[in-house]
C-alpha cells in the first residue's frame, strides 16, 4: 500500500509541477503583453473601465489631498443651508390645497412597454386613469408623512413602464413610471386618493406623484408640533434597523431626536395609529448610524458617507430602494443640513454657477481645479450630476453612480457599455474603449460646476 501511495504522489507532484511551470510561463506571456499595455479589459467578465483599476477608488485618498478636516462652509453658512433644508423638508405641511397640473400631468397616452416586452395597451392604461378619478381632483387636502421607504410614482400602478422591450428589469433598471424613493419620516400633503382607495396623490418636497396608500398616513396638528419640537438627526449609515418599524434607514433619512445616552440615540418614527392617523413611536440607534443635523462638513465627513456608497448598484429613480445619480448626491449632502433638489439639472444650478460649456477639455478641467471645492462641487452633463473630489495624477476625480458611457454597437450609435455603480472616474470615463462614441464624450457635455452653500 506504501508502495501504490508513492506512486500516486509522485503523479500529483509532477501535475503539481506542470501547472506551476504553466502558470509561470503565462504570467510571462501577460508580463510581455503589458508592455504594450492592454486593449481590452484583463479578464473577459471584467466590465470595469480603466478608470476604476486606475483612480483610487477609496474617497479617504481625496479628502486627506483636500485636508480632511478642513471646513467647507463656515458655521454661519451651515445654520443658514440648514434652516433653509428645514424649511423645505416641513413645507408640504403649511400647503392648503394640491395643485390640478401636477396631478393632470401624469396621465397621458399609453405608451412604451410593460416588463415582458409587450406593449403597454390603451386599455390597461384606460383603467388606471380611470382609477385615478381626476375628475373629482382634489379630493382630500391633509398633512401627511411617509410610514415607511416608499416609491413615488407618475401614475397610480406598481407596474412598470420601459422605453424598449425588457425582460430583465435588473438588466435595465429605468422604470420610467418611477419618480423617487421617498424615505420614511418625509412630510407630504395628501391632496387626491384614488377610486379604489389604494393610491393617494401627495406633494413632498422632492416632487408630487402618487403613492401607495399602505405607505402613508395623515397626521394631526398635534403630531406635527411633537415631530418639529425636536432637533433632526441624520441617519449616517445605510440599512440602519428601526427596531420593528418595518422599513430600514439609509443615508438621506431624517428623524426627530429625542434624547440620546450611553451609545444609543433616541429617535422618532412615525407608525400607524388605531384610528389610521400616523403615532409616534421612540426607538433606539447606535450613535454611529445617526447624529444630529448638521454635522460639520469637512473632506472627512463627506468622505466616511462616501465610503458606504462606492460600488452601490444603480437604481433609477429610486427604483429597488437603489440610488440613482441625483439621489446620491441629494443623500450625501442631507446629514451637512444642505438641501438640493431631486433631479441632476436642478442639483448642477445650486449655489455658485460657473458655465463650462463649449470649452476644451483642458480648459474645463483647469476651471474645476481651480474654482471647484472638493468634496463640496457638484459638476453636472445633460442628465446626470457627479461630485469634484479632487485629483489623481493632476486629473479631476469626479464621484458619481453612473449607468454607463455611450458605446457605438454596430448600426446602433446609443448603446452603452454599463458600469451600473457608484465609482471614482476621470472626467473621460470610458475613454480606452475601442467602441466609445467620440464625436460627444462625456466631458464634451459637460455643462456646469455648481457650489452649494456658496453665494
Known sequence: MRHHASHVEQAMNSKKTLFLLCTFLLLCLNACASKKGPSTPLLAHDNRIADERTFPQDPFYYAKQAGQNKALLDTEEQLVQDRRFNSTFFGPWSMTRGTTKKANACIRKARGY?????????SEWDVITSNANLASFPSLASPGITLRNTDLREIPTHEARYDKPITDARSYPFDDFQYSLLYVGMPLFITHQSRDGRWFFVETPLAAGWVDSNDVAPVTDEFMTRWRSHSLAAIIKDHVNLNGVGTPGSIGTVLPQSG?????????????GANGYADIREVAVKRHEAQRKPLPLTPKSMASLCKIMMGQPYGWGGMYGLRDCSQTTHDLFTPFGVWLPRNSRPQGRTGVVMDLQNLPKEEKESIIKQYGTPFLSLVGLPGHITMYIGTYKDKVALLHNVWGVRTVEGANKNARHIIGKTVITSTSPGWELPNLYRPVSFVDRLRTMATPGKR
Open 260 to 272: 440620546q445616552s450611553g451609545s444609543s440615540v433616541r429617535l422618532l418614527v412615525p407608525v400607524r
Open 114 to 122: 410593460k416588463l415582458g416586452g409587450q406593449r403597454w395597451p390603451q
